[in-house]
């Protein structure tokens, strides 16, 4: 016994295992490679893949010169100009968390939370998005407190499904509570990147109209779940296996080619019913994955432009560190860990490059350029939405001192998108 040799693990080296024991162990070690599920389709909403327009490495904000900086700040007002620059507020609440809201337990990280997803919940329901016979698809669910109240919202109607999508595993998961009623919860563990909304069996087979909806859904992640909902998804009631959006996103030379198809996919297609996602971090979205490259090229900005933009969005919530610090140690402070990370890598970013942009920019002229950066990367999203059918807009659901990130992102399809009955 004492002669056997134990040898690193080839698919995990954390661990070891007895050489002479090895291929037993790979058949049931947890770090192999699991079978891929049928909805996983590699890449379907990763966006074009043209390695040209990938810039190179680029320098930091804070190795710019003056000069350099002056005219990004000089792009960055003019490709702005003429947007609409003060969001409508359209701060809601919902009879569903009026009890959660005012139990007086809550600490105040329990009670920002609630006040955003109360809010939008309003707006899906001022959109009439919550109703019977519905799929609602939550990205970056993390434990699904966000399908939760829209079930609690939802708690006497009927056929309701909820598909919950995370790469992640979870900790303190809130699905066990929905097991009392008929509501259908389904948890995804899959890359938005990789998910065929179309392949998931439960959606296949009902073909329930979907509802994208999700809470800060952190830089590119929006933009992969918009490609999901809008692109590779579509509900076909023939030619099930035609598949055109995936075809398109696999041999696009340009995003406008992406266009051309709307119309054929109109004839006996249903468009998604509609999309809610508050937006977040967008120093973390990616010119590869982004939707709105045709509006920025149109504006005479490409992938270097971007790259600095999307940089630059984080001077908008600069003052984030102090909120964040002050989370409560309550259970939902779990379910913010995440948000915080982000902001967290946002400061580094910021700070960096404070000395070199001391005598350039003053504090709330770095707020101000910050805050165009991020609704010039918004509103290339919402130009995707409305040249692929649907009507979108973009408002503030929540009060900054709740959350700096306060943007709300709605889409829903446009009269002529909905075919007509047969």
């Known amino acids: 016994e004492n002669d056997r040799k134990r040898i690193p693990c080839p698919l995990d080296p954390k661990h070891t295992v007895y050489e002479d024991q090895l291929q037993k162990h790979l058949k049931k070690c947890n770090s192999r490679e699991k079978p891929k599920p049928v909805y996983f389709v590699q890449d379907i909403n990763a966006g074009l893949k043209d390695v040209a327009e990938i810039p190179e490495k680029q320098v930091p904000i804070s190795s710019l010169s003056k000069e350099e900086l002056e005219n990004l700040i000089i792009k960055v007002k003019k490709a702005s100009n003429g947007l609409e620059l003060h969001l409508k507020e359209q701060i809601l609440s919902h009879q569903a968390l009026q009890e959660a809201l005012n139990d007086p337990k809550n600490g105040e990280s329990a009670s920002k939370h609630l006040k955003q997803q109360a809010s939008i919940l309003g707006n899906m329901e001022k959109l009439h998005l919550l109703g019977p016979g519905r799929c609602f698809v939550e990205f970056g669910a993390g434990r699904g407190k966000l399908s939760h109240w829209v079930d609690v919202a939802l708690h006497n109607v009927e056929n309701v499904q909820f598909l919950l999508v995370e790469r992640a595993t979870t900790r303190f998961k809130v ?37 994208g909806i999700g809470k800060h859904l952190c830089g590119a992640a929006t933009d992969l779940a918009l490609r999901c909902l809008v692109e590779s998804y579509t509900t076909c009631f023939d030619g099930e296996n035609e598949e055109p959006a995936p075809k398109r996103s696999r041999t696009d030379k340009t995003e406008v080619a992406s266009n051309n198809p709307d119309n054929e996919s109109n004839n006996d297609c249903k468009p998604v019913a509609g999309i809610v996602i508050a937006l977040c971090c967008h120093h973390k979205c990616d010119w590869t994955h982004y939707v709105g490259r045709e509006f920025f090229k149109s ?21 984030m560190r102090e909120m964040v610090t002050k989370a409560s140690t309550s259970e939902e402070s779990e379910e913010q860990t995440s948000d915080t990370e982000h902001h967290e890598q946002t400061f580094s970013k910021t700070e960096s490059g404070s000395d070199t942009l001391q005598g350039i920019l003053t504090v709330e002229e770095r707020k101000e350029i910050g805050c165009l950066c991020k609704l010039l990367i918004d509103h290339g999203r919402i130009e995707y939405l409305k040249q692929r059918g649907y009507k979108a807009a973009l408002q503030y659901y929540t009060e900054s001192a709740v959350s700096l990130e306060n943007v709300l992102l709605t889409a829903v399809p446009s009269p002529s998108l909905i075919p007509e009955p047969t």
């Open 299 to 319: 504006a005479g900005l490409g992938p270097v432009e971007f790259n600095y933009f999307q940089r630059m969005s984080s001077w908008a919530t600069c003052g």
């Open 175 to 211: 699905d066990g509570k929905h097991k009392r009623r008929d509501s259908v919860f389904e948890r995804l563990r899959v890359d938005i990147q990789h998910l065929c909304l179309k392949k998931v069996p439960i959606l296949e087979k009902t073909k329930l109209p979907v509802v």
